[in-house]
């Protein structure tokens, strides 16, 4: 049951520990952190493609929640709310980094420690997937995003998405056994 | 593995590579601050609240006591399609209230304006069409758990035989074998609300899973949690068991049913 807490929360319940913790209750913060973490984690990952920036940039998520709580009103659309605010934290630490950085670094940067971190980042997730078909498949079973979405976001035919997550799914179908042991 | 064990396996995966920066934000002075200026408004905020809480209490006993003649009498609904919905039905047939029981639930009533203060046979029907159009319910879906609870014994047994009438009556052109089997047998305890909201399904479907949980053990909770009213279905189906409640005399008949 606490393997599945995070990924089966319902809105009904986190609305509830975000009321709650609005209210002072600091317990809460454990429920409504475990129920978004992965939904904040990779809509980061996704804008920025850099493990490391991804950790600071998720606290730094979390603390404008915190920051900006009084204003949430609570429709049942927390989750939609706290990516919204990671994706825009994201966005910002690009442009940030683009100012801050000589274009020639950030491309020998991309280049060598990005690849490192995506080739770790590949072997230890998802192991029998390759690094697009590992996007398309966190984005549309971890942050709940349509194929449409997906394809515009990958600037990919509508198809080839749908076509590359069924393929993924059977890969993984075939790994199954291995991996859930 | 199906789709949805894919995307749980999957799910699980991405979180277990998810970095965990809990403590730090904790740890943080923005969280600490928060959290005492939260709790000192929420201080503040409460004492008005008693001393108007307890004003309403006495109001509201005077009232009874000498104001209001009797209790008007109502039930409560329960429609599980997959979305899984409440409607409160008082004695005249007007519904009180049409509510979401989980988040499916409320989006599905989010299209159907206008049902409460309207009368039962018409909320019926409007949701059995809606839930047609959405394709909720169809031929290859046919299913529906269904019943209506209340303190006034012949009020809920009168709007389940109104449930049993109208249903098959509004489907019959687009689905003619609706399969309806009731689902309830009294008020939901604590412990089946509790579940049904930490699984986001409706009570019926958690007590269905209860009933054929004690028919088999290659089944956990968390499994049926994810299964559909119709998976349910077969799950009964290969394993020959009864519908826990009778359905309604001219429905398709459970497995091993009459």
């Known amino acids: 049951m606490k393997t599945t807490e995070v990924s089966t929360m319902n809105n009904r319940r986190l609305e509830k520990y975000v009321k709650a913790f609005k209210k002072g209750d600091e317990d809460t913060f454990d429920h409504i952190y475990e129920a978004t973490r992965a939904d904040v984690y990779y809509t980061i990952y996704y804008v920025v493609k850099d493990v490391q920036l991804s950790e600071d940039l998720m606290q730094d998520t979390y603390l404008k929640m915190i920051e900006h709580l009084e204003r949430y009103e609570g429709r049942?659309?927390?989750?939609?709310?706290?990516?919204?605010?990671?994706?825009?934290?994201?966005?910002?630490?690009i442009k940030q980094r683009q100012?801050?950085?000589?274009?020639d670094q950030t491309a020998e940067y991309t280049s060598e420690s990005a690849q490192l971190e995506?080739?770790?980042?590949?072997?230890?997730?998802?192991?029998?997937?390759?690094e697009e078909e590992k996007e398309i498949v966190i984005r549309h079973a971890v942050l709940n995003e349509t194929h449409k979405t997906i394809a515009e976001?990958?600037?990919?035919?509508?198809?080839?998405?749908?076509?590359?997550?069924?393929?993924?799914?059977?890969?993984?179908?075939?790994?199954g056994g291995e991996q859930d042991a | 593995?199906?789709?949805?064990?894919?995307?749980?396996?999957?799910?699980?995966?991405?979180?277990?590579?998810?970095?965990?920066?809990?403590?730090?934000?904790?740890?943080?002075?923005?969280?600490?601050?928060?959290?005492?200026?939260s709790a000192h408004r929420e201080k503040r905020r409460r004492r008005?609240?008693?001393?108007?809480?307890?004003?309403?209490?006495?109001?509201?006993?005077?009232?009874?006591?000498?104001?209001?003649?009797?209790?008007?009498?109502?039930?409560?609904?329960?429609?599980?399609?997959?979305?899984?919905?409440?409607?409160?039905?008082?004695?005249?047939?007007?519904?009180?209230?049409?509510?979401?029981?989980?988040?499916?639930?409320?989006?599905?009533i989010e299209h159907i304006d206008d049902i409460e203060g309207g009368d039962?046979?018409?909320?019926?029907?409007?949701?059995?069409?809606?839930?047609?159009?959405?394709?909720h319910l169809s031929e290859d879906a046919p299913h529906i758990l269904y019943d209506a609870v209340s303190d006034d014994e012949a009020l809920a047994g009168r709007h389940t035989q109104h449930l049993e009438q109208r249903i098959p009556e509004v489907a019959q052109e687009r689905i003619p074998d609706i399969d309806m089997m009731r689902g309830h047998q009294g008020r939901p305890e604590a412990d089946v609300i509790d579940r049904a909201q930490d699984h986001d399904i409706g009570v019926m479907r958690v007590r269905l899973i209860d009933a054929i949980l004690e028919e088999t053990?290659?089944?956990?909770?968390?499994e049926l949690a994810d299964y559909s009213v119709g998976e349910l279905r077969d799950v009964m189906d290969a394993i020959d068991m009864e519908s826990p409640m009778p359905g309604p005399p001219d429905s398709v008949p459970g497995p091993g049913g009459p």
Not at chain 2, 1 to 26: F, G, N, Q
Not at chain 2, 69 to 75: A, C, I, L, R, V
Not at chain 2, 217 to 222: L, V
């Open chain 1, 99 to 103: 100012k801050e950085t000589p274009s």
């Open chain 2, 217 to 222: 053990d290659d089944y956990t909770f968390e």
């Open chain 1, 76 to 93: 049942g659309k927390f989750r939609a709310w706290i990516k919204t605010i990671a994706k825009r934290t994201a966005l910002n630490a």
């Open chain 2, 120 to 135: 039962f046979d018409t909320a019926i029907e409007r949701i059995i069409e809606n839930a047609i159009e959405t394709g």
């Open chain 1, 118 to 130: 995506k080739k770790a980042y590949t072997q230890e997730l998802l192991e029998v997937l390759g």
């Open chain 2, 48 to 108: 008005p609240v008693y001393a108007l809480a307890f004003t309403s209490l006495v109001a509201v006993l005077l009232l009874a006591l000498f104001i209001i003649p009797s209790e008007t009498s109502y039930s409560q609904v329960y429609l599980e399609i997959n979305p899984s919905i409440r409607l409160d039905v008082d004695e005249e047939d007007t519904v009180l209230a049409l509510k979401g029981e989980n988040d499916d639930g409320d989006a599905f």
């Open chain 2, 1 to 37: 593995m199906r789709e949805k064990d894919m995307k749980r396996h999957i799910r699980r995966k991405a979180k277990a590579h998810t970095p965990d920066v809990k403590d730090s934000v904790k740890a943080s002075p923005q969280f600490r601050a928060f959290i005492e200026r």
């Open chain 1, 153 to 175: 976001a990958l600037d990919k035919p509508l198809g080839t998405i749908t076509w590359k997550y069924k393929r993924a799914l059977e890969k993984m179908r075939k790994e």
